[in-house]
């Protein structure tokens, strides 16, 4: 069965210290992997796929598929950041699978 | 922008009430949207897909009588909360499968904001 799963329920960091948000993934195929972020009352809205490898708003996330895992990192947290970010799995033909999600909260 | 857009954005209604939410996507045909729920500071759970010119699938756990779901066109799926209840007011969010877009296959919505008093 398809899941992901977010360690961490809530996440504070100073500014400009690093950040990394987990996120780890049970999948017997190849799946596509996403982060989302919601900001507060905001649309949900894609920040990161892992088949093209961008680097949005300075963070980035690299696929292990020996670790199953697809975190999100970024070097230097800024208070904008602060936000829900939700890690998804999602395969041709199936549902989306989101993560139970991350708190980031960057302090000042 | 926008590739989906739902409506209303909130509602406020008294219990025994039925509501329609719509999602429609904008500059392209979807064959396939998603219903999704989040409670606060919780995930998204799916709640049903719904499949243009059928009967939408619903996950275990969601009553099809009380999450009322028509797909009847390309571009319009629509949610109707049946004898809304306080117990039903959460955050509704839709999305829309857009297989043309292999590297962003779904879109969503803003979300609507129920409040059942």
């Known amino acids: 069965a398809q899941r992901v799963t977010q360690p961490e329920k809530l996440l504070s960091v100073f500014k400009g210290a690093p950040v990394e948000l987990k996120c780890n993934y049970s999948?017997?195929?190849?799946?596509?992997l996403f982060w989302y972020v919601q900001y507060s009352r905001q649309r949900l809205q894609l920040l990161l796929r892992h088949i093209s490898r961008e680097s949005i708003k300075g963070f980035t996330a690299d696929l292990n598929k020996g670790e199953t895992s697809f975190h999100l990192k970024k070097p230097f947290a800024q208070e904008e950041d602060s936000a829900m970010y939700y890690c998804a799995l999602w395969s041709y033909g199936q549902n989306f699978v989101f993560g139970p999600g991350t708190r980031l909260s960057v302090l000042p | 922008g926008a590739v989906v857009s739902q409506h209303p954005s909130r509602v406020i209604c008294k219990s025994g009430t039925s509501v329609k939410i719509e999602c429609r996507s904008l500059?392209?045909?979807?064959?396939?949207m998603f219903w999704y729920r989040q409670f606060p500071k919780q995930s998204l759970m799916l709640m049903a897909t719904?499949?243009?010119?059928?009967?939408?699938?619903?996950e275990q756990g969601v009553e099809k009588d009380k999450f009322l779901i028509n797909h009847a066109s390309l571009t319009l799926s629509t949610l109707t909360v049946t004898s809304a209840h306080p117990e039903d007011s959460s955050f509704y969010i839709c999305?829309?499968?857009?297989?043309?877009?292999?590297?962003?296959?779904?879109?969503f919505g803003d979300g609507t904001r129920l409040s059942i008093l």
């Open positions: 719904s499949n243009e010119g059928s009967k939408a699938t619903y």
């Open positions: 500059d392209f045909q979807a064959t396939t």
């Open positions: 999305s829309a499968r857009d297989l043309s877009r292999v590297i962003e296959p779904q879109h």
């Open positions: 999948y017997s195929g190849s799946p596509e």
